[in-house]
């Protein structure tokens, strides 16, 4: 009875992809305008990424959270503590909690960062292919990111590797945009007015397939 009851009411609990991917367009358009030199510093960065990219990436986790999906409460909360972590080290870098903390810091260290959550998006990226091939653009662009972000951490290529992260970031920017109407808007006419392209049916294709035959095996 109880599991019904919570069933039913993760069942009246809206979609937060939208409000997900609206954070995360937000916050990559202003950072990428950043890395591609059309703005400087990263002073007005800061809020956007701590608002948008932070605080609501993590208020759609925690919707799908109560909605136990598991999928999108790990990615949207993942990427909402990412851009949190940004943002403490631009003020670490920029001396905002002292100039000890500010000649200390080893840009090596985030490079080691930007390598795990390469390693994170990769397996989000495989578990994106049963979701929708909008999103599976989006964490495939992300991967480019952490890629660029850690080799010029690492000062590996720098002027490369730092455009390369700057246009996935644009470009994730702007696949996020259209997730973010997609959503909102097949949802709003209740018909698919913009495409979001179906799962690759790999995986979950086979799961139902085990599933279906350890159904038979218990009957």
Known sequence: ME???N????ATIADPSALGLLGLAMVTLVASSQKLGLTEGVSLVIPWAIFLGGFMQLMACIIDAKKNNVFGATAFGGYAFFWFSVATT???????????????????QLGFAFIGYLIFTVFMTIGSMETNKVLFTIFVLIN???????????????????????????LIS???????????LNRHFERE???????????KG??????????VLER
């Not at 670490?92 to 090596?108: H, M, P, R, Y």
């Not at 086979?206 to 159904?215: D, Q």
């Open 3 to 5: 599991t019904t009851k």
């Open 193 to 203: 007015f913009l495409p979001m392209g179906k799962p690759f049916g790999i995986f």
């Open 144 to 170: 480019f990111l952490f890629v660029g972000l850690a080799l010029s951490s690492f000062n590996i290529a720098y002027h490369a590797s730092h455009q390369l992260a700057g246009w996935s970031e644009f």
């Open 174 to 184: 702007l696949v996020s945009f259209y997730g973010c109407g997609a959503n909102v």
């Open 7 to 10: 069933t039913q009411a993760a």
């Open 90 to 108: 631009w003020f670490i870098q920029n001396g905002v909690f002292g100039e000890k903390l500010q000649v200390t810091a080893d840009s090596k």
């Open 206 to 215: 086979n799961a139902n397939e085990v599933r279906g035959v350890e159904t």
